[in-house]
């Protein structure tokens, strides 16, 4: 039976980032991240999209903020070996932020001493700190995610999402995400597409099993250690179970200003 999870303050804190334009600020620095990570993808598992469920995932995420298809083309050759590029090394690194919330990054790099160091810095001047492989990765839970407009009606949605193999439907402030199984993540995807379903967005994910409600200065502490994180080249995604709500969060961007990149 499908239910409804709570909403995250990550969800949320993503959400009014993007209400005030911050990705499109943004938008060369996240064309650099896809385009390593295609490269990464198609090295891995070779440059046929439709053979490589992990490169289709990253070229739809990258195509969904119009990176043009010369780069997403250029990328796959850089992987593959046709055309010459760096060398990229994959890391997972785990961490705590204030108040003791989980964080875990996926992260790409050309320098791991460099960039562990950098990192390192990050969270200590955030009030937080790097920890040991494995400190808060039982937190997670590996999930796939299907992001799909509120003007879909929720029942017949969550209908279509049964039939089609999901595991729950979450009420976010503005979509309705459907959760799935690793495993199952491109065949939800099939089912829903044939029924004429398909979703604004959609990623594999890091789902937190339980959050840390934070408020004041460590609400606003972690806010300052997850923006620095994002905006570090290295730093492809970036995972966390805080929970602060909507109106605490909304009320510490506007005292930053107009956008939370300030």
């Not at 499908?2 to 993007?18: E, N, P, Q, V, Y």
């Not at 593959?80 to 997972?92: A, K, P, Q």
């Amino acid at each position: 039976m499908l239910g409804h999870g709570a909403m995250s303050g990550h969800s949320k804190w993503a959400t009014i980032k993007r209400k005030k334009g911050a990705e499109d600020a943004k938008r060369g620095k996240m064309f650099t991240k896809f385009i390593r990570e295609i490269a990464v993808a198609a090295k891995g598992g070779g440059g046929d999209p439709n053979a490589n469920p992990r490169l289709r995932t990253v070229i739809e995420k990258a195509r969904a903020v119009n990176m043009p298809q010369d780069n997403i083309i250029r990328a796959i050759k850089r992987g593959t070996g046709e055309l010459e590029g760096v060398h990229y090394e994959e890391h997972t690194y785990e961490g705590y932020g204030p108040g003791g919330a989980a964080v875990i990054l996926d992260v790409l790099t050309d320098n791991r001493n460099r960039t562990l160091s950098e990192v390192r810095n990050l969270f200590s001047k955030n009030g937080g700190n790097l920890g040991e492989t494995g400190c808060v990765s039982w937190v997670f839970k590996k999930k796939g995610v299907l992001h799909f407009d509120k003007s879909l009606g929720e029942d017949q949605l969550m209908e279509a999402a049964l039939d089609a193999g999901a595991e729950d439907i979450r009420n976010e402030e503005d979509t309705w995400d459907i959760l799935t199984s690793p495993e199952t993540f491109e065949t939800v995807k099939k089912n829903l597409a044939e029924k004429k379903l398909s979703p604004a967005s959609s990623e594999l994910t890091l789902d937190a099993q339980n959050t840390v409600k934070l408020i004041g200065a460590d609400a606003e502490r972690m806010l300052r250690l997850m923006e620095a994180l994002e905006d570090h080249d290295d730093i492809q995604n970036v995972y966390s179970n805080f929970d602060i709500q909507k109106e605490e969060m909304e009320r510490i961007m506007q005292d930053k200003g107009s956008s939370p990149e300030k």
